[in-house]
């Protein structure tokens, strides 16, 4: 079946630290690969997507790019903030499919 | 501008006790779907709906139901609420054919 898998956190970086949050998945064909956020308190919000192979989603200068070789989808950001501090899930609709299936969340703490 | 509306955003229930969680969309969207967060779990599909009239089953379904009566509404129900649904709940929805789904921002349940 289709699945994703994240990184285990939770993770704590100081500021002005690069992020990696590893996602790779497993899908039939070409899935639309996503990462959301949910920031303390909040509801989840698309952080940025990706619908084809090499692809890059990128906002708020989070990037991550859709690797059809090694079925990943690894969120990046070159300098973290403390406002970046929430949980993120990669997640995915296979290529044909209506659900949207989601990784298990990465917790991000940024300390000052 | 709202978008995908849940109410009540917090509910403690007494074991045994029903209740029904609200979700409406102004979006027009065909697709809707409610989702349990858990630690450690992401998010798991509980059921979901392509149009009104139409429900089938997520990932996890049991002690829950819904109906889906019009495009806008998807509520979902608990029978008979166990300790075991204690968890935060979001509906979602997007287009039938889109692959972006937007999501509520949550109602945290509790059942003691």
């Known amino acids: 079946g289709n699945s994703v898998t994240q990184m285990e956190g939770p993770v704590t970086l100081s500021e002005e630290a690069f992020l990696t949050i590893n996602c790779t998945y497993t899908a039939t064909g070409y899935p639309s690969l996503f990462w959301y956020v949910q920031y303390p308190g909040e509801g989840l919000q698309l952080l940025l997507k990706a619908t084809k192979a090499d692809d890059k989603g990128s906002n708020k200068g989070f990037e991550a790019t859709y690797r059809k070789e090694t079925t990943s989808f690894h969120l990046e950001k070159g300098s973290v903030q403390v406002s970046d501090s929430a949980v993120y899930f990669c997640a995915l609709v296979a290529q044909g499919a209506q659900k949207l299936v989601f990784g298990q969340g990465t917790r991000l703490t940024i300390n000052p | 501008n709202a978008g995908v509306t849940q109410t009540p955003k917090f509910q403690v229930l007494k074991t045994g006790q029903s209740m029904t969680l609200q979700c409406a969309q102004d979006m027009n969207h065909e697709y809707m779907s409610w989702y349990r967060q858990d630690p450690g779990m992401g998010l798991r599909l509980i059921h979901y709906?392509?149009?009104?009239?139409?429900?089938d089953q997520g990932e996890v379904p049991n002690g829950y139901n819904v109906s889906r009566s019009t495009t806008e509404d998807f509520p979902l129900r608990l029978l008979s609420a166990a300790p075991s649904q204690t968890s935060v709940y979001f509906c979602?929805?997007?287009?039938?054919?889109?692959?972006?789904?937007?999501f509520g921002q949550g109602t945290r349940l509790t059942v003691v």
């Open positions: 709906s392509v149009g009104a009239g139409i429900t």
């Open positions: 979602a929805s997007r287009t039938g054919t889109g692959r972006l789904s937007f």
